[in-house]
């Protein structure tokens, strides 16, 4: 029988709940298991409700379930909004006396806690009770415990070792349909969560230079740029607000640094003017955007996908960007570096959209991420121009693309401005100088568009296609599987390389199609709205979510079910 | 031995006639060739306003960015290569007001560059606004009952930042400015110049003739640079008796110098190295 269960953690902020989420993970992996979590929270330190929900299986998992196998319950609220996702049989451990919950068991983690010397250690003791219940040795609770204390003093390894060992005492008669037989092997490749590729694939891109803003949910892929900044030559910078930020990156892109920023929605609307400023004066940044419900404040630690149309036209007046939105930690580790690469082989701002659901949960990387062998530059220095005191920054080529010299690098002197300019970066406000400019930029494009490739197929020979982009590929692919179980000929097209839109490959790859159903996280089905400009199709319905939760594959299957 | 004449812009010149301005570009051409930089040496930073155009008038490396933004663009350039020397011309309007907060961060850093603003008190480039320099009482098309907030004072507030080096200059004095800016590229760490500039245009209060009958070298009349008090006191001193001269002078950590990552040199001189990226990439969760 196939291996696939979900057990959520839920409890307040503070509790440790991601701790629990994370030793269940490692755990797992020893077993062979794959692991996909997703982390749930509100925007405080303190109280409130969050969970973390984590699915193992002996199958690749990229998207979470509906259904949960175990529920655990680290205060009272976690039950009352919880238990009516447990699938029959399923298990609850709860810390208060049972009462008359179904299937509930009281497990006393504070207690226990406090019997192992440190009542701070009652999320260890859940975790040692989950992994009794899923039949794991307690060797391997030992081992992930020495690993993620070992740092700290004997002391907190000891008592986190006894809460673990309560834990399993605790729920040693009881019985769990689903414990599977731990079967040490190695474990297929790395967890990581989605903003840590992103911060990955930002080295990968020989990015040199982060400043950014606090902001969730993009705060996590600078922290892990910044842990990393050590071992690397990259500095990550804090501004004192997103607009220094991407002027910073500007700054350090101008003078030779690939640069980026990561910001959520409010803050890239206040990058705004920076992007037209990198547009114009044609220097390469990267900026990642990490979605969130909005507008405003909207619902800062929840997810969403309604940035498309905004990342496509954000700034006045028109100039040439890339757009990208990664679907797998694997594909933004790629798409981040070949965003480097293709905005400094352009000249031109390149966005990365993901969200709160990508950054913040955890996946497995089965296979092992490759470094490049080498980044190609496209900077010409003195020994590369034919008179470097005549060097025009700006001057006329048949791609638009001008040789690109760095400041005080040697003699060609490198002027830009904001302002319109000459060919020599002067300002002009001449007819033919502003024609000239405009026009040089936007030759840029068909080149940029032959770079883009079309979106992944799976089962595209399906009749009935669901098509999305960025985050939601492994819900979709999953919901394509239980649909083709059902009967239905489904399939489905993802979007990474969003704009420039691959107009041709999409139009040949979409024009048969009996049915197109959308499947977005915004209002309006954005992708839908841009197929439809770009290559006159349209699609036949939508499965659209917007609560600022993830989908669930079950919500695209029914939603796809009624509408056919 | 490098000429004034390698800083000369074939650039048409877009200035008023009689613009404070022509005063602080001779001051900077003067104090390059007094520190003996070559145009290729230098980079020259500034955001927008007549004082941000600067940069097309003088033959050097140019960013001219956005509004306000001048300090935050030379923070980047400065991460990417900081063995340039950096200029940033700005005025009062684009430092002190768009740009307030970037102005007080840059200070915090310590970023190593020196920083000239052109304070005329007004809005030149948009026809005479007032800035938040401006004088309470100061009539303006768009201030007609006269400006009622009180006037920004941008060396009081470095000063009490802990800015390392912060001096006031007179644009119609380009043979002291061009002192203090020599003096300000010098110091290892952030320079505030603020320049008194008369407006002829736009600014009928603080002409040149008022500033030439109230300034006075502060350095001369036995100005202790070293005292933060001396410096707070001398910031507040405005009317009768304007000071100019270096207010304060204190050595403290470089921005640039605090990082890891550039103790082997500049970023951009450092190579990618795909071996140490594996050894990343394949570290275990």
Redesign the interface.
């Known amino acids: 029988m196939p291996i696939d269960i979900s057990i959520k953690i839920g409890g307040e902020a503070g509790q440790g709940i991601q701790t629990v989420g994370h030793l269940l993970a490692?755990a797992c992996?020893q077993a062979g298991m794959y692991v996909m979590a997703v982390n749930d929270f509100e925007s405080r330190i303190r109280g409130g409700h969050s969970f973390f929900q984590i699915r193992i299986s002996d199958r690749p998992v990229q998207a979470p379930d509906h259904r949960i196998h175990l529920l655990v319950a680290l205060d009272e609220k976690t039950v009352q909004i919880h238990a009516a996702e447990l699938v029959s049989g399923g298990t609850i451990l709860m810390e208060q006396k049972a009462g008359s919950v179904q299937g509930a068991a009281p497990v006393p983690f504070v207690e226990l806690a406090g019997e192992a010397g440190a009542r701070i250690t009652s999320n260890t003791v859940a975790a040692g009770a989950c992994l009794a219940l899923l039949g794991a040795p307690f060797a391997i609770m030992k081992r992930i415990l020495a690993g993620q204390f070992g740092g700290k003093s004997g002391e907190i390894l000891e008592k986190n070792i006894k809460a673990a060992e309560l834990g399993f005492a605790a729920v040693r008669e009881m019985a769990f349909k689903w414990a599977f037989n731990w079967k040490e092997i190695r474990p297929r490749g790395?967890?990581?969560e989605g903003s840590k590729a992103v911060a990955?694939g930002a080295?990968?891109g020989?990015c040199?230079?982060g400043?950014f803003y606090p902001m969730s949910p993009a705060t996590g892929i600078m922290t892990h740029l910044a842990s990393?900044?050590?071992?690397?030559?990259?500095?990550v910078?804090q501004?004192?607000?997103e607009?220094?930020?991407v002027?910073?990156?500007?700054?350090?892109?101008?003078?030779?640094?690939r640069?980026m920023t990561a910001t959520s929605g409010g803050g890239f609307a206040l990058m705004t003017?920076?992007l037209g400023?990198a547009a114009i004066?044609e220097t390469p940044i990267v900026i990642v955007n990490a979605q969130r419900p909005g507008p405003a404040t909207g619902l800062p630690t929840r997810t969403a996908q309604a940035d498309l149309h905004f990342a496509i036209r954000a700034s006045q007046d028109e100039f040439p960007r890339f757009v990208f939105s990664p679907g797998t930690p694997e594909e933004a580790y790629a798409v981040t570096a070949r965003a480097f690469n293709l905005s400094e082989k352009y000249q031109v701002p390149a966005i990365v959209l993901v969200d709160q659901y990508f950054n913040d949960s955890l996946f497995t990387v089965e296979h092992?991420?490759?470094?490049?062998?080498?980044?190609e530059r496209f900077i010409v220095g003195d020994k590369d121009i034919k008179d470097p005191a005549a060097y025009r920054r700006f001057a006329a080529t048949p791609s638009g693309i001008s040789p690109r010299a760095?400041?005080?690098?040697?003699?060609?002197?490198?002027?830009?401005?904001?302002?319109e300019h000459r060919e020599d970066?002067?300002?002009s406000e001449t007819s033919t100088d502003r024609i000239h400019m405009v026009d040089k930029r936007q030759a840029k494009w068909p080149a940029m568009m032959a770079e883009m490739q079309p979106p992944r197929g799976y089962h595209e020979d399906g009749d009935c296609l669901l098509v999305g982009w960025g985050s939601t590929r492994g819900a979709i692919r999953e919901a394509v599987d239980q649909l083709r179980e059902g009967g239905l000929a489904a399939g489905s097209l993802h979007f990474t390389d969003l704009w420039p839109f691959p107009d041709s490959s999409v139009k040949s790859l979409l024009q048969k199609k009996k049915k197109i159903f959308m499947v977005e996280q915004n209002t309006t089905a954005q992708l839908g709205q841009l197929i439809r400009q770009q290559t006159g199709l349209n699609f036949s319905g939508a499965i659209l979510k917007y609560d600022g939760r993830p989908f669930y594959p079950i919500e695209i299957v029914e939603g796809i079910q009624k509408k056919m | 031995m490098v000429s004034k004449k390698a800083y000369e812009s074939d650039y048409e010149n877009q200035w008023c006639p009689g613009c404070g301005n022509f005063g602080i570009l001779t001051a900077m051409k003067d104090a390059l060739v007094g520190l003996g930089l070559a145009p290729e040496e230098v980079l020259v930073i500034s955001g927008i306003g007549q004082a941000a155009k600067t940069p097309h008038f003088l033959k050097c490396n140019t960013f001219h960015g956005l509004h306000g933004r001048a300090l935050a663009v030379a923070t980047g350039a400065m991460l990417a290569n900081h063995r340039m020397k950096i200029l940033v011309n700005s005025g009062d309007g684009d430092c002190y007001g768009e740009g307030g907060n970037h102005f007080m961060h840059a200070i915090r850093r310590n970023l190593d560059v020196t920083l000239l603003v052109h304070n005329n008190k007004v809005y030149g480039l948009t026809k005479g606004q007032a800035s938040p320099t401006a004088d309470p009482g100061m009539v303006t098309r768009m201030q007609p009952q006269g400006v009622t907030s009180e006037s920004f004072n941008p060396l009081a507030v470095a000063v009490s930042l802990g800015a390392g080096f912060v001096a006031r200059g007179f644009a119609g004095n380009s043979d002291h400015l061009s002192k203090l800016i020599q003096a300000g590229m010098r110091h290892s760490g952030f320079s505030l110049i603020d320049i008194l500039q008369p407006c002829v245009s736009f600014n009928t209060v603080n002409t040149y003739d008022w500033y030439k009958k109230r300034v006075y070298d502060l350095n001369a009349a036995g100005h202790r640079t070293d005292d933060f008090s001396a410096a707070i006191t001398a910031s507040r001193e405005w009317g009768d008796k304007i000071p100019i001269g270096i207010f304060h002078q204190t050595e403290k950590p470089v921005f640039t110098d605090q990082m890891a990552a550039l103790r082997n040199g500049p970023l951009i001189a450092q190579s990618y190295n795909p071996e140490r990226l594996q050894d990343i990439l394949s570290k275990d969760d």
Request: with cysteine; hydrophobic share 55%.
């Open positions: 490692l992996r790395v967890l990581m990955l080295l990968a020989d040199r230079v400043a990393l900044a050590g071992d690397c030559p990259v500095v910078e501004a004192e607000d607009i220094a930020a002027n910073i990156v500007i700054g350090a892109a101008f003078a030779g640094a640069a003017e920076g400023l004066t092992d991420l490759a470094a490049p062998r080498e980044i760095l400041p005080c690098m040697g003699k060609a002197l490198v002027v830009v401005s904001s302002d970066g002067h300002i």
